[in-house]
């Protein structure tokens, strides 16, 4: 099994051989759990407010919308928008999509005060969209899309499904908007 870091490094650098290589191995399942939960923590302590707690809710949430996030993809790319040579399954979008995280390790310098007043937000920003490209590359290479604009399609729509359910499970907690 190759290491967890040289991976994680491959999948950051954007390699796109880095995802053929953890979608075809199955035991690197608990590795792409790890990433997130690695990346969740690093937003966590990023942020700097809350404590153990609010780092190990934080962590078990990543790992839910994880898992809700593959399932999503590989429903939405193999049986509304294939191609002839889709052939996947949510292992291989989990393997994928969890190693698309490794820049969210990046999260963490949002502790460093910067000369920007909004420091955190900067960085927050820039790991989110270069793990959006990640993403995009993961899901592709998963899916064994020709198309990088059909793997935007299938993101953009995933995440849109993903917004909405999140948003009906704050409003029946109480935590979201009340209408």
């Known amino acids: 099994m190759a290491s967890l870091g040289n991976r ?7 390699d796109v051989s880095l995802y053929e290589e953890v979608e075809a191995d199955t035991g690197a399942t608990g590795q792409a759990m790890l990433v997130v939960v690695l990346s969740s923590l690093a937003a966590g302590i990023g942020i700097g407010n809350g404590g153990l707690i609010v780092l190990l809710l934080g962590a078990v949430a990543a790992l839910l919308a994880w898992y809700i996030w593959a399932f999503l993809t590989y429903f ?8 002839a ?50 993403m ?11 198309s990088t604009g059909r793997a935007i399609i299938v993101c953009l729509i995933g995440w849109v499904i993903q917004v909405v359910i999140l948003g009906l499970v704050m409003m029946l907690l109480g935590n979201g908007p009340q209408p």
């Open 76 to 83: 939405i790319g193999t049986r509304f928008l294939p191609e």
């Open 8 to 14: 994680m490094i491959r999948a950051a650098k954007l």
């Open 136 to 146: 995009i590359i993961a899901v592709r290479q998963a899916l064994d899309y020709r």
């Open 85 to 134: 040579e889709t052939e996947a399954d949510v292992g291989q979008l989990l393997r994928t999509i969890g190693f698309a995280s490794s820049p969210g390790l990046l999260r963490i310098l949002g502790v460093i005060p910067g000369v920007f007043d909004s420091f955190t937000q900067i960085v927050f920003l820039g790991c989110a969209i270069w793990m959006l490209v990640a």
